[in-house]
């Protein structure tokens, strides 16, 4: 079963979001690894070739915002699935890097595990059947 475990970097500044939905994810079977900045997440990235999904908020400080983190994981990494939230902007979809998919928050946490996992199975030959 570890060997189809998906591997997810969860990106959010906020950190009272970030432990509720790290609990949330790994309650669904993923494996979570988390960071609370672009930075923090593309060391992670670099360290972990296994990560094969980025959520990430698209407001936070540091050196780049989520959307940048986005694009560069795009350009990186095309094998990573990305999703996109936030709470305080809206972005247009030519904005957005390639297809992928954003959440406004608040979000039903169900339709972002379920799109990861369709995305991730999408990306590696998989066949996925959500619910």
Same mark, same amino acid.
């Not at 949330?24 to 494996?31: C, I, K, P, S, W």
């Given at each position: 079963? $570890? ?10 500044? &906020? !950190? =009272?979001?970030?432990?509720? /939905? #790290? ?29 094969? $999904? ?10 780049? &915002? !989520? =959307?940048?983190?986005?694009? /560069? #994981? ?58």
């Amino acid at each position: 079963m $570890a060997n189809d475990a998906v591997f997810v970097l969860l990106v959010e500044d &906020d !950190g =009272l979001i970030r432990m509720s /939905l #790290v609990e949330d994810m790994e309650h669904a079977g993923f494996q979570v690894f988390e960071a609370a900045n672009a930075d923090e997440a593309l060391k992670l990235l670099a360290a972990h070739p296994e990560i094969q $999904a980025l959520f990430t908020d698209i407001d936070m400080p540091g050196s780049i &915002d !989520g =959307l940048k983190l986005a694009g /560069l #994981v795009r350009q990186a990494r095309p094998d990573v699935a990305i999703l996109l939230t936030s709470g305080y902007l809206k972005i247009p979809k030519n904005d957005l890097p390639g297809k992928t998919p954003f959440f406004s928050k608040p979000y039903e946490v169900d339709r972002v595990v379920d799109q990861i996992r369709e995305l991730t199975a999408r990306k590696h030959g998989k066949v996925c059947f959500t619910t």
